[in-house]
C-alpha cells in the first residue's frame, strides 16, 4: 500500500506539473473562466477516483460477493465524479465523456448508464457568447445577417448548438454555432487526457484507454472544423441527389466558417 501510495503521490505531482504546461502555453485560457481551477479539477478528480478503488477495496477478498457488491458502489461513485467533470468542463470532456457513454460492450453498466446523459444533456452557451462567436468569426453582428434568430437553441451538443434563423431573403436555415473556447482549448484537453491516462495506468496496468486518446486527437480537429463539415454535406448532397424521396438540404457556402455552418431548413 505504501508503495502505491508513492505512485499516487508521484503521479498528482506529475500532474500538477502537466497542469502548468496547459495554463502556461494556452494563450487563449481565460483565467477568469477556467484557468487553474478547470485543470485542479481534471487533475481532483482523477486523483479522488483512483485513490477510491485503491482503498476501498483492499480489505475485501477478491471475487466474492461482497466485493462485486463493494465495487458496483465504486464504480458509480466514480463515473458520478467523472459524469460531473465533464459537464463542468465541457467541450473535449462531454466529448470523450459521450464516448465513454457508449461502450457497452467495454465499460461497467455503472459508467455507461451514468455517463449516457452527457448524449442529452449537453450544456449550452449564452445568447451574448453565440453572439461574439458570430462577431469574430464572420466580422458581423447578429442582425447583419439574419432577419430573425431564435434565442432558444433546436439542440445543443458537446461541441456546437443549433439555432433556427430566418435570412433577410426570407429563407429559413439551421445554424450551427461551436461553442466558444472549445477549439482553443481542444488540444491542450487533450494533452491533459493523455496525462492524467497514462499515470492511472502507472496504478492500474490493466487500464488500456490511449487508444480513446489517439482517437481524440485524430477526429477532434476534424469535428471543430466546419469548413470540412461543409465540404463534405455538399459531397454527399450530390451522392443522394437522384434519390427522389429524399429532401436534402443545402449549406450556404458565403456564410459559414470553421466555427459557424448555415444549412437550409429541413
Given at each position: 500500500?505504501?508503495?502505491?501510495?508513492?505512485?499516487?503521490?508521484?503521479?498528482?505531482?506529475?500532474?500538477?506539473a502537466a497542469s502548468g504546461i496547459y495554463l502556461y502555453s494556452n494563450k487563449y485560457l481565460d483565467p477568469n473562466d477556467f484557468?487553474?481551477?478547470?485543470?485542479?479539477?481534471?487533475?481532483?478528480?482523477?486523483?479522488?477516483?483512483?485513490?477510491?478503488?485503491?482503498?476501498?477495496?483492499?480489505?475485501?477478498?477478491?471475487?466474492?460477493?461482497?466485493?462485486?457488491?463493494?465495487?458496483?458502489?465504486?464504480?458509480?461513485?466514480?463515473?458520478?465524479?467523472?459524469?460531473?467533470?465533464?459537464?463542468?468542463?465541457?467541450?473535449?470532456?462531454?466529448?470523450?465523456?459521450?464516448?465513454?457513454?457508449?461502450?457497452?460492450?467495454?465499460?461497467?453498466?455503472?459508467?455507461?448508464?451514468?455517463?449516457?446523459?452527457?448524449?442529452?444533456?449537453?450544456?449550452?452557451?449564452?445568447?451574448?457568447?453565440?453572439?461574439?462567436?458570430?462577431?469574430?468569426?464572420?466580422?458581423?453582428?447578429?442582425?447583419?445577417?439574419?432577419?430573425?434568430?431564435?434565442?432558444?437553441?433546436?439542440?445543443?451538443?458537446?461541441?456546437?448548438?443549433?439555432?433556427?434563423?430566418?435570412?433577410?431573403?426570407?429563407?429559413?436555415?439551421?445554424?450551427?454555432?461551436?461553442?466558444?473556447?472549445?477549439?482553443?482549448?481542444?488540444?491542450?484537453?487533450?494533452?491533459?487526457?493523455?496525462?492524467?491516462?497514462?499515470?492511472?495506468?502507472?496504478?492500474?496496468?490493466?487500464?488500456?484507454?490511449?487508444?480513446?486518446?489517439?482517437?481524440?486527437?485524430?477526429?477532434?480537429?476534424?469535428?471543430?472544423?466546419?469548413?470540412?463539415?461543409?465540404?463534405?454535406?455538399?459531397?454527399?448532397?450530390?451522392?443522394?441527389?437522384?434519390?427522389?424521396?429524399?429532401?436534402?438540404?443545402?449549406?450556404?457556402?458565403?456564410?459559414?466558417?470553421?466555427?459557424?455552418?448555415?444549412?437550409?431548413?429541413?
Amino acid at each position: 500500500m505504501a508503495r502505491k501510495a508513492l505512485k499516487l503521490a508521484s503521479w498528482t505531482s506529475m500532474a500538477l506539473a502537466a497542469s502548468g504546461i496547459y495554463l502556461y502555453s494556452n494563450k487563449y485560457l481565460d483565467p477568469n473562466d477556467f484557468g487553474a481551477v478547470r485543470v485542479g479539477r481534471a487533475v481532483a478528480t482523477t486523483a479522488v477516483i483512483s485513490y477510491d478503488y485503491l482503498t476501498s477495496l483492499k480489505s475485501v477478498p477478491y471475487g466474492s460477493e461482497e466485493y462485486l457488491q463493494l465495487r458496483s458502489k465504486v464504480h458509480l461513485r466514480s463515473a458520478r465524479r467523472l459524469c460531473e467533470l465533464c459537464c463542468a468542463n465541457r467541450g473535449t470532456f462531454i466529448k470523450v465523456g459521450q464516448h465513454l457513454g457508449a461502450l457497452d460492450y467495454l465499460l461497467p453498466e455503472e459508467y455507461t448508464s451514468t455517463l449516457k446523459v452527457l448524449h442529452s444533456q449537453a450544456p449550452q452557451s449564452s445568447m451574448q457568447e453565440i453572439r461574439q462567436v458570430i462577431r469574430e468569426d464572420l466580422g458581423k453582428e447578429i442582425h447583419d445577417l439574419f432577419q430573425s434568430f431564435d434565442d432558444t437553441p433546436l439542440g445543443t451538443a458537446s461541441l456546437a448548438q443549433v439555432h433556427k434563423a430566418v435570412l433577410h431573403d426570407g429563407r429559413t436555415v439551421a445554424v450551427k454555432v461551436q461553442h466558444p473556447k472549445v477549439r482553443a482549448q481542444s488540444s491542450k484537453d487533450i494533452l491533459l487526457m493523455e496525462v492524467l491516462v497514462l499515470a492511472v495506468k502507472q496504478l492500474f496496468p490493466e487500464f488500456e484507454f490511449m487508444w480513446l486518446v489517439d482517437e481524440a486527437k485524430k477526429n477532434l480537429p476534424l469535428e471543430l472544423d466546419f469548413l470540412n463539415e461543409g465540404r463534405n454535406a455538399e459531397k454527399v448532397s450530390q451522392m443522394l441527389k437522384h434519390f427522389d424521396f429524399l429532401k436534402i438540404s443545402r449549406h450556404l457556402g458565403k456564410m459559414y466558417s470553421e466555427m459557424i455552418f448555415v444549412n437550409g431548413f429541413v
